[in-house]
């Protein structure tokens, strides 16, 4: 069965255009124009993927995110915000709060759709995945669940896809593009901040002190590593 899209968004034409778009690609697609009507679609349909426009008439894009986000059946679900907001501050935002990636208006409909099939693809379960353990932390790609010290630990589709990444290879330093390549699956202009983004979320969830992070730790001037010393 195709995958199915939920797009947000109260502009009606750039809803037509990302469904002829997504159709065209093969996804079942699903529209809300408001929040009300969009969690009520989540909740009804379990769509494989949001496209969730910011700027909506009722519920914004943030206050839609931190719900599903906090919202045990609805919580691993992908999010791609779609923002004509282009200050760095509100995609951070949109990001700590626990989205996946971000489009700025106006955009490339084929760059949304490649930037769904990437964040799809990586999404799949697949069976050459195997438990993963270092140290306290365990990953199971199967289940999708992570556990440190044995407590379960709810990390967003991006947040498990870098830290499933980190942990096939502990001690070894990722370059920014490697890692962007390798958990992601593309990458774009402003990548690096939004990795940083996503590196900052994952320590607050797994780290004792975020600010001096034991496993997640920097390698300046090149990336990131998963210390050995976890294990």
Known sequence: MNEQILVIDDDREIVRLL??????????VIVAHN??????????ERPDLLLLDLMLPDRDGWELTRTIRADAKLADTPIIMLTARIEDVDKILGL????????????????????????LRRNRRTVADTLL?????KLDPDRRAVTVDEQPVELTPTEFSLL?????????????EELVEQALGYAYDGMDRTLDSHIKNLR??????????RYIQT????GYRLSEEAE
């Open 219 to 222: 390698v300046y001037g090149v």
């Open 164 to 176: 499933q990444t980190l942990m096939r290879a502990p001690g070894y330093v990722f370059t920014r």
């Open 204 to 213: 607050r969830k797994i780290e004792d002190d975020p600010r001096t992070p």
């Open 19 to 28: 469904r002829s778009y997504l159709e065209q690609a093969q996804f079942r």
């Open 96 to 119: 700590e709060l626990g989205a996946d990636d971000y489009v700025t208006k106006p955009f490339n409909p084929r760059e949304v759709v490649a930037r769904v099939r990437a964040m």
């Open 35 to 44: 929040g009300e009507d969009a969690l009520y679609a989540l909740r009804r």
């Open 133 to 137: 353990a270092v140290g306290p932390i």
